[in-house]
């Protein structure tokens, strides 16, 4: 296996963490959006808020994400510099045309995607790993939904233990729950996605004869990969936290509660069981249901519907560019 020249390897790592800062850009309307929209905090402050908990995530969570990312996509025996140079350009395009468009797309599936489709270009069909891609493919599905019912219950749970509160009493206390929920969210986020850019770069130095043995993520990288997600979020992405935040539903506090908790729970368990889902479905999911559970016209559901076809596109849609890059680099 030809091993890449130091600065052509720093490079790719690089791109890397630049990849796993504009995940964190563009994600950011996942964790403050509501705490943003039900006026609880400013939007500087909510994203220092959401920054920290992202950065520290990695003293909460093992690295069964990351595990999962470099091991369960693509056989290790395919992976090379130029597919992940290919996976990262198409995660990395894709994120940037979502972005600019204000549409709250999944990086981590645009992530799997390129490197789906850089893998596959090199390695064929045979290269895919069919446990974990099947794993991703269906928390496509499961995550919003679990979201939803789990947004739905809490707000059954809450409207049933504040029944004989003042509605000012609630709100108030709502409004202090929210800083909770919104760290726990912020945990959640940076504890799943930050893990998918570790395990591209390990399984980068693995390939280049930097790292051997037992698989192993070094201290550096989860540092470095914590702090560039913790930055892209302090940067925001204005325009989707105005999807998330008020486009599909207008919150109230405690429905923003609801939402984040239900949320939170979600990538908690996802964290734990080494699946990496997306936290803009998983947010989506638990919003659209605390807005149902207040009545079904109050979800603006043509704003949900768009969002789901973004879901889909993705995955296609990164591989496509993914293996477009992968190919780009043969000709050098």
């Known amino acids: 296996m030809t091993h890449l020249a130091p600065m052509l390897l720093f490079g790719l790592i690089g791109i890397a963490l630049l990849f796993d800062l504009l995940n964190g850009l563009h994600d950011a309307a996942n964790s403050i959006a509501t705490v943003v929209s039900t006026r609880v905090l400013s939007p500087q402050v909510a994203v220092v808020w959401a920054a920290f908990f992202n950065f520290i995530a990695f003293l909460v969570f093992s690295h069964s994400v990351a595990s999962t990312i470099g091991k369960g996509t693509i056989a290790q025996d ?7 140079f290919g996976a990262l350009m198409g995660a990395i395009s894709w994120n940037l045309i979502t972005w600019g468009l204000g549409i709250p797309s999944s990086s981590s599936h645009a992530l799997i995607g390129g490197l789906v489709g850089a893998g596959t270009a090199k390695g064929g ?13 269906a928390a496509i599905f499961l995550s919003p939904l679990l979201g939803l019912v789990l947004g739905l219950v809490m707000v059954l749970i809450t409207s049933w ?37 570790m395990g591209i770069i390990t399984v ?11 698989w192993h993520i070094p201290l550096w990288v989860v540092i470095s990969c914590q702090a560039a997600m913790g930055i892209g979020t302090l940067v925001g992405g204005w325009r989707i936290v105005h999807t998330m935040g008020s486009k599909i539903t207008r919150l109230t506090p405690r429905q923003g509660f609801c939402a984040e908790t239900g949320g939170a729970i979600t990538l908690f368990l996802a964290t734990l069981g080494g699946i990496p889902v997306s936290t803009t479905h998983t947010i989506t999911g638990a919003i659209v249901g605390v807005g149902a559970a207040r009545r ?11 969002i789901v076809v973004a879901w889909f596109v993705t995955l296609p849609a990164a591989a496509l560019v993914g293996a477009a890059f992968y190919e780009l680099t043969r000709l050098f």
């Open 78 to 84: 395919v992976i090379d510099a130029q597919v992940v």
């Open 125 to 137: 069909l045979g290269a895919i790993v069919w446990s974990g891609v099947g794993k991703t493919v």
């Open 161 to 197: 233990l504040f029944a004989r509160k003042t509605p000012a009493m609630a709100d108030g206390l709502f409004r202090k729950l929210q800083l909770v929920s919104a760290a726990a969210y912020s945990l959640g986020h940076g504890g799943n996605d930050a893990q998918k850019t």
């Open 204 to 214: 980068l130095l693995y390939s280049q004869g930097m790292l051997s043995g037992e």
């Open 296 to 306: 079904m016209s109050a979800v603006r559901w043509s704003v949900a519907s768009s």
